[in-house]
């Protein structure tokens, strides 16, 4: 007896997000959603992974905002600086991103004008030799 292998026919994958879509939905998050807190919650426990909080013992629960001595404003104050950061990096990105993209036609044009150069150069040097050649 043999057997056949099935195919399966996988579906199509939808399209990724738009640009404006990303910036709608990050603009109409709320501010405990867990794209903004996960890394935040998972760097006290640093090999808790996605599924880190289902293997939470209970001496490790505590979380910032309970901590002694902690208040929710000074929370808000860090996750607002840890967002004004992370949004400073990811605008510094895109620049260096834009700058990446428009390096050839920079370069390829800085090249022409040296190569422009270079001509120019080697034809004065050779109207300089010959006209010391005459001189002489």
């Known amino acids: 007896m043999s057997k056949k292998k ?3 026919t996988l579906p199509t994958r939808p ?3 738009t640009p404006e879509q990303i910036h709608e939905d990050v603009k109409h998050a ?3 959603d867990v794209v903004f807190t996960f890394f935040e919650t ?3 426990n640093e090999t808790a992974g996605i599924m880190g909080d289902s293997y939470e013992t ?3 629960s505590e ?3 309970s901590t002694p001595g902690s208040t929710d404003d000074s929370n808000d104050a860090e996750s607002q600086q840890n967002v004004e950061e992370l949004y400073q990096k990811a605008i510094q990105f895109l620049e260096v ?3 990446l993209k428009n390096a050839p036609k920079s370069l390829r044009a800085q090249c022409e004008q040296l190569e422009e150069m270079g001509r120019n150069l ?3 040097i050779g109207q300089l030799k010959s006209q010391a050649d005459q001189g002489r």
């Open 63 to 65: 979380t910032p905002a």
């Open 6 to 8: 099935a195919t399966v």
């Open 30 to 32: 709320l501010p405990d």
């Open 122 to 124: 080697t034809e004065a």
């Open 58 to 60: 209970e001496e490790n």
């Open 42 to 44: 998972n760097t006290e």
């Open 97 to 99: 991103n834009n700058e």
């Open 15 to 17: 399209q990724p997000p």
